[in-house]
């Protein structure tokens, strides 16, 4: 008699993400633009930063896709381009507050009492700063920079990982496994992060897909206070700056890359709420 093909958590967080629509929609169009964003400048006859003052503010057509702009750089390849900056910060800026966040929250709650009300104190002081203006201060403090720049957004998107971080390791560290890894007298390190820190995945990769777009987004705001990623470099926050003060000479400075920018935030959002639902199927309402 043939068993019944086992199954595993992972199998079936991924049968409840393809039954999500709405999410499964989300992941093909953000994996359409992510190859977009890597592969488009092989299919443009132009460099980003190429200018050309003949061809100014022309319109999209058959020689320049998306048109344009005011130094005759073609905007399909900045756009392009621009995707590769903004998914980067995005991406490297939430790596930067997971590996903060994550060791940050789980030596909180592990250790508790004194320690942890001493580090959950400086979290809360923290909280009270708004983020834009640090954000600012550090980039107007040690330059303006493509790396300096994740690394000061990754530096105050941290907080709210920590938190959640602190309160899964509380209610984990009482758990059987880790009373079972003690008395075999595993040290504090590796009961962290070979026991407690894999049953803490799931949050994480939730609170990743959904901080990603937050980075993105307070990216966009720096640069339109032109302290964002600096010329001829190009994000879409950049762009969306330069489409907003040429919008009536030129619209399509404006509509592709914001079109492209608003369907990676609501991408990455409604794939965030199906790993939610997936990984977590009490949180569902269905």
């Known amino acids: 008699m043939n068993e019944p093909a086992g199954s595993s958590l992972g199998k079936d967080a991924w049968m409840r993400l393809r039954a999500n629509r709405m999410a499964m929609i989300s992941l093909f169009l953000f994996l359409i633009i992510l190859l977009f964003s890597l592969l488009g400048p092989l299919f443009s006859k132009y460099r980003y930063d190429e200018q050309d003052l003949e061809k100014v503010f022309l319109a999209p057509g058959a020689e320049h896709w ?65 983020f834009t203006i640090f954000v600012i201060l550090l980039m107007v403090m040690f330059g303006r920079n493509f790396l300096l720049l994740f690394l000061a957004i990754g530096a105050v998107e941290w907080l709210t990982m920590a938190r959640i971080t602190r309160a899964q390791t509380i209610s984990l560290k009482r758990a059987e496994f880790v009373l079972a890894a003690h008395a075999l007298g595993y040290s504090h390190t590796r009961i962290l992060f070979h026991h407690i820190l894999p049953n803490l995945l799931g949050p994480i990769i939730v609170y990743a897909t959904l901080t990603v777009p937050a980075v993105m987004l307070l990216e966009a705001v720096l640069s339109f206070l032109g302290l964002g990623v600096q010329a001829p470099m190009s994000s879409w926050g950049s762009l969306i700056k330069e489409g907003a003060e040429k919008m009536d000479a030129a619209p399509w400075l404006l509509s592709f890359p914001g079109l492209f920018f608003c369907i990676s935030l609501f991408s990455l959002n409604f794939i965030g709420d199906g790993l939610r639902d997936a990984l977590d199927p009490k949180s569902s309402k269905d």
């Open 66 to 130: 998306f048109g344009t702009d005011n130094l005759g750089r073609d905007l399909f390849a900045r756009t392009s381009h621009g995707g590769r900056i903004s998914l980067a910060v995005g991406i490297l800026a939430t790596f930067v507050s997971l590996v903060i966040g994550v060791t940050y929250g789980m030596v909180s709650g592990y250790n508790g009492g004194k320690i942890d009300a001493f580090l959950m104190r400086i979290v809360d002081i923290l909280y009270s700063l708004p």
